[in-house]
């Protein structure tokens, strides 16, 4: 049996955009052509591939099977395009990013580009948003990821997102002083934190704090205090405080691919074009994280 490279696409774009409708846009195809698409390969394969409803397009169990041997498959048709019917490119490409974003996809988004540029190294650097804005300013890094609340910084949006409270499961908001647990100066969500808190009356207290992000999770799961994060830093074992007269608002915030200045070379431009088509359009994972719950004053 064997399967129109074509097809395979369709597929694997809606499974990383979520619906037909994302996905036509970055294939640049109509929503029914994706859709005839993925009849076609359903027809060829003799089994359902993806579970529709009114909401959601899921995968199914085959969908999965499938859909892991697809991007293999599909990972070696770009290096062997990449390698004999391009120029072969090379360099260093200086990269950062900080701890949580993409953690899920950035190994596999850095592995798929190292095949399909064999002759490219590229140099990662993980930090705190305010750090890496600082090392491309200076020239440090070619490119990096950097998240902020100001929509006039220049750069591509790769995602949007938005600040809120969090706080463990079994967290109840005391009637005296609100126990934080933030990370040490500078940090965006810090910062954010604190601003929010001095535009009000609220009391409070910093109970905890850990440069790392790790660190922070475990002491907001053990229930010492709530914290600032993005939505989709929200995982199981967490859940959302709502903004009320007690807690203040929180801002939207957009993670962005910042240049360093002066000319960008070919190797970080294709570095640059593989990650803004594989972060566009981001979906929570529901099955990480935990929305929708809420805690109310006691």
């Not at 960008?264 to 594989?278: Q, R, T, V």
């Not at 566009?280 to 994972?285: A, G, K, L, T």
């Amino acid at each position: 049996m064997e399967f129109d490279p074509t097809l395979l696409r369709a597929l694997v774009a809606v499974k990383n955009a979520g619906n037909f409708t994302r996905a036509a846009q970055r294939l640049h195809l109509t929503q029914s052509a994706i859709s005839h698409q993925i009849r076609r390969l359903e027809e060829q394969v003799g089994r359902p591939l993806l579970h529709r409803t009114t909401r959601s397009v899921l995968l199914t169990e085959d969908g999965h099977e499938f859909v892991r041997h697809a991007e293999q498959i599909l990972t070696s048709f770009d290096s062997l395009k990449q390698r004999f019917q391009s120029p072969l490119i090379s360099g260093v490409v200086r990269f950062g990013v900080p701890e949580m974003f993409m953690s899920d996809q950035l190994p596999h988004l850095i592995a798929q580009f190292s095949r399909a540029f064999p002759a490219i190294r590229l140099e990662v650097s993980v930090s705190n948003y305010l750090d890496l804005e600082a090392m491309i300013g200076n020239g440090e890094l070619d490119l990096g990821v950097v998240i902020s609340t100001n929509s006039r910084l220049k750069g591509t949006v790769l995602q949007k997102t938005q600040f809120v409270w969090a706080a463990a499961d079994t967290f109840e908001l005391p009637q005296g002083s609100l126990p934080f647990v933030l990370s040490p100066a500078p940090c965006v969500n810090r910062l954010v934190a604190i601003d929010a808190i001095h535009a009000s009356t609220i009391e409070w207290h910093i109970v905890y704090t850990s440069p790392s992000h790790h660190g922070i999770r475990a002491a907001v799961l053990a229930g010492l205090g709530l914290t600032v994060m993005t939505r989709c830093e929200v995982e199981s074992g967490m859940k959302i405080i709502p903004e009320n007269s007690i807690l203040p608002a929180l801002p939207s915030a957009e993670y962005r691919l910042v240049w360093s200045a002066g000319d960008k070379a070919a190797a970080a431009i294709k570095f640059g074009e593989m990650l803004s088509s594989i972060a566009v359009s981001p979906r929570d994972r529901g099955s990480k994280r935990q929305q929708g719950r809420t805690l109310a004053r006691q």
